[in-house]
């Protein structure tokens, strides 16, 4: 799932948020997030939601599905 990780990293960017802010969103510590980013921990599923409805983007495109954002 590394796509899921490198997306995730450049969505946050693109729209201008901090880890911490993402780490907020979800309830989780900055450092929980930052596993998300380095691939090495996957959101559940209620927190994938979360994160792609915030990024405005689909879920399939978040995990790689597709390249349709």
Known sequence: MEVFSVR????????????KDM????????RAYQYYEEGKRYPDFCGL??????LNV????????????
């Open 49 to 54: 939601l979360l994160l792609a409805e915030h």
């Open 23 to 30: 780490a907020d969103l979800l309830g989780i510590t900055p």
């Open 58 to 69: 689909s879920i399939d495109y978040l995990v790689g599905r597709t390249d349709d954002k």
């Open 8 to 19: 995730l990293r450049e969505m946050r960017l693109k729209k201008g948020f901090r880890q």
